[in-house]
């Protein structure tokens, strides 16, 4: 379903967009709240991005949640955002399939509780089948661990099934293998950094960074950045003639 977006922009409707949410701690800490706060207000943005990319026809959307190095932050504040991941999935993933959405997790979950871990299980379960948005969310996830676990899915798979491992591709052992590269990756926050996010998959990706903390990213910052992308000429290494040509 397209609405009035795509059609006064005339332009083209990202397949994939990656998100780098940040900014929640600093939007709480602006209003003399704790960091908690910041982060429930961050899940309330997220449906709202959700829904509008779901109306936009967008393919895939990832979103990152909880990087690898997030460990690092105080426990009290992990332990914050472990249980607002719990929470939101028992109180969503109902809504999410019964919008035809097809939920799916990267990252190294293991690290997670146990219920958590099943509670995941369950949505993707649950969701599998779904045709409509796929919504990547990213929960322990770092580049640096998904090339390294491709690798080595990569090796296992060439010694299991004796092939040569020169044979293989590394991008179809990533935790995205299943779905196209982004083409639109967004940061709030104002950080000019990929912070470990997707390493090998945007390497052809528009990056769009914004000053707008990740709670206060509704629709019009959304329609602010799918308009920026429309804008760009994408040449993959080829030259504006080439591309102009080939319209
Ligand atoms: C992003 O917001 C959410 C997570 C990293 C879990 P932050 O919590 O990083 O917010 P800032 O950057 O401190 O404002
Ligand atoms: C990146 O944000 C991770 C998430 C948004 C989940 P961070 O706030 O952790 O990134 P740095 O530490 O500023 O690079
Ligand atoms: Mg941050």
């Not at 332990?79 to 939101?88: A, G, N, P, S, Y």
């Not at 097809?102 to 871990?117: C, M, P, T, V, Y």
């Not at 044979?167 to 926050?189: C, H, M, N, Q, Y």
């Not at 329609?223 to 290494?237: L, T, V, Y």
Request: one cysteine or more.
């Amino acid at each position: 379903m397209y609405d009035s977006l795509t059609r006064s922009m005339q332009g083209e409707i990202p397949k994939h967009i990656a998100i780098i949410m940040d900014g929640n701690g600093r939007w709480a800490v602006r209003q003399n709240k704790p960091r908690a706060f910041g982060h429930k207000a961050g899940v309330d943005a997220l449906k709202t991005t959700i829904e509008s990319c779901a109306a936009y026809g967008v393919e895939v959307l990832t979103v990152f949640a909880f990087s690898s190095e997030n460990w690092r932050r105080p426990a009290k504040e992990v332990d914050v955002l472990m249980k607002l991941f719990m929470l939101t999935l028992k109180s969503q993933v109902r809504r999410l399939h019964k919008n035809n959405i097809r939920l799916k997790i990267i990252g190294d979950r293991f690290r997670f509780s146990e219920a958590l871990q099943g509670k995941i299980k369950e949505a993707e379960t649950l969701t599998h089948q779904n045709t409509g948005l796929t919504l990547i969310i990213a929960a322990n996830y770092g580049g640096h661990w998904d090339v390294e676990q491709a690798a080595q899915k990569m090796f296992e798979h060439a010694s299991s099934k004796d092939v040569p491992i020169t044979t293989l591709e590394l991008k179809d052992f990533l935790s995205t293998a299943d779905v196209v590269v982004p083409d639109l990756f967004i940061r709030t926050g104002g950080e000019k950094r990929i912070s470990n996010f997707l390493l090998w998959q945007i390497a052809y990706s528009e990056l769009y960074f914004t000053d707008t903390l990740w709670p206060d990213f509704d629709k019009d910052a959304l329609d602010s950045a799918i308009k920026c992308f429309s804008s760009r000429q994408r040449r993959f290494g080829q030259t504006s003639e080439q591309i102009d040509k080939s319209r």
